[in-house]
């Protein structure tokens, strides 16, 4: 059974520019989320899908955003990069509220 | 709101001794508890968690987390430490009320090194 997957492994971006990250979800798994890791913050969580429909939101400004399409799969994006938000990208997905969530190995965004 | 404190940045044990990873937390409702390690470069492995039950609740590698209520605490603990265990090691909490689920909550991480 495939993990779950997330592309690109690593990415470089100017400041300015805006970012997509993609998200495959474990085969069943409708519910999924996103977190941001770095050295000072930790792990943050940023939002939570299931069947298409945003259920929480982080505290994150506006520029970061997400969808989920019909067949689970999820985007990230966020707008007018700053440098601040360098950071691993982390993706999970989940069978429901009481069962563990699997993670991505994640995306690694780097500003510049 | 809901929080997770790891009071210990790093923990050191000698292999083959017991180990504890301390977590408490913070809620309104009924907490769901999780532990997950974080190997260099990797994203988060899911070691056990805490729904409802039994307070003592066994997951992989031979790890185990026992619930108390009273102290809101999830400490990780493992009878006999391997070098392998040595990772990053996150808590995490979702409270669960009657209108649904919170996103997770970490705790800020506790590097475990096990020294032969």
């Known amino acids: 059974k495939a993990g779950v997957t997330q592309t690109p492994r690593y990415l470089i971006k100017t400041r300015g520019q805006q970012v997509t990250l993609s998200c495959s979800p474990i085969?069943?798994?409708?519910?999924v989320s996103w977190y941001q890791q770095t050295p000072g913050q930790g792990l943050q969580f940023l939002f939570e899908?299931?069947?298409?429909?945003?259920?929480n939101k982080g505290n994150f400004p506006g520029r970061f955003s997400g969808r989920q399409f019909s067949n689970s799969r999820s985007e990230m994006n966020v707008s007018t990069l700053e440098l601040g938000d360098s950071a691993l990208y982390l993706c999970?997905?989940?069978?429901?509220?009481?069962?563990?969530?699997?993670f991505g190995s994640g995306t690694r965004l780097t500003v510049v | 709101a809901q929080s997770v404190a790891q009071p210990e940045d790093q923990v050191n044990v000698a292999e083959g001794n017991p180990l504890t990873v301390k977590c408490t937390y913070s809620?309104?409702?009924?907490?769901?508890l999780f532990w997950y390690v974080q190997y260099p470069n990797r994203g988060l492995q899911f070691l056990l968690k805490?729904?409802?039950?039994?307070?003592l609740v066994k997951g992989s590698y031979g790890f185990e987390a026992e619930f108390n209520k009273s102290q809101t605490s999830f400490h990780l603990k493992k009878p006999s430490a391997l070098v392998s265990d040595s990772a990053l090691y996150f808590c995490?909490?979702?409270?669960?009320?009657?209108?649904?689920?919170?996103?997770?909550?970490f705790g800020k991480g506790t590097h475990l090194i096990i020294q032969p």
């Open positions: 995490a909490v979702r409270a669960w009320t009657g209108g649904g689920a919170d996103g997770l909550t």
């Open positions: 899908y299931f069947s298409e429909t945003q259920r």
């Open positions: 999970a997905s989940s069978r429901g509220p009481t069962y563990g969530w699997a």
């Open positions: 805490y729904i409802t039950g039994d307070n």
């Open positions: 809620v309104s409702g009924n907490p769901y």
């Open positions: 085969s069943g798994h409708r519910s």
